[in-house]
């Protein structure tokens, strides 16, 4: 089976939306897949960030991942924020992450981002270990918090 990584514009969100609707699931939110067409129509259409998918040759979406363009202060540089990053269970093992971490790194580099971060659940071995597996490394100096505005 081939593969294909291809950059998403904002008319592929409707073919996009049902993996992202399944993405949310995973982490436990209701599936919701008006929401989830119409987020990333909204961040691909505001240019608010970069998504790249996976498509095998009958044009069947297997995966896809989202990265936020943003800063660091500290370091002064721009980097990009892997904030998703999914494949379809059927697809698992045929690497199609790896392909879309590459296409990941490959965006950072074209744009002079200096870093590429992410975080995942502390209970999601199987991502850790991908992730160590393709150069990432865990930063243990910060904890994060985070402070709920609107329920």
């Known amino acids: 089976m081939k593969i294909n990584i291809i950059k998403a514009e904002i008319n592929d969100a409707k073919r996009i939306a049902p993996l992202f609707d399944q993405y949310r699931q995973f982490y436990r939110q ?3 897949l008006s929401a989830a067409e119409n987020f ?3 961040r691909l259409s505001n240019n608010e960030s970069i998504v790249y998918f996976a498509e095998d040759d009958q044009n069947n979406i297997l995966g896809f991942t989202q990265l936020y363009p943003c800063f660091s202060s500290v370091s002064v540089c ?3 924020i892997l904030n998703d990053l ?3 269970e059927s697809a698992r093992g045929l690497g199609i992450a790896k392909l879309l971490i590459e296409a990941a790194k490959g965006c950072a580099l074209e744009r002079g981002d200096k870093r590429l971060s992410l975080q995942t659940a502390t209970d999601n071995l199987i991502a850790q270990k991908f992730y160590s ?3 990432f490394h865990l930063v243990e100096d910060f904890v994060q918090y985070s402070l709920t505005i609107i329920e």
């Open 40 to 42: 990333l129509t909204e």
């Open 78 to 80: 721009s980097k990009l």
């Open 86 to 88: 999914f494949v379809e």
């Open 30 to 32: 209701p599936s919701d």
């Open 133 to 135: 597996k393709m150069d």
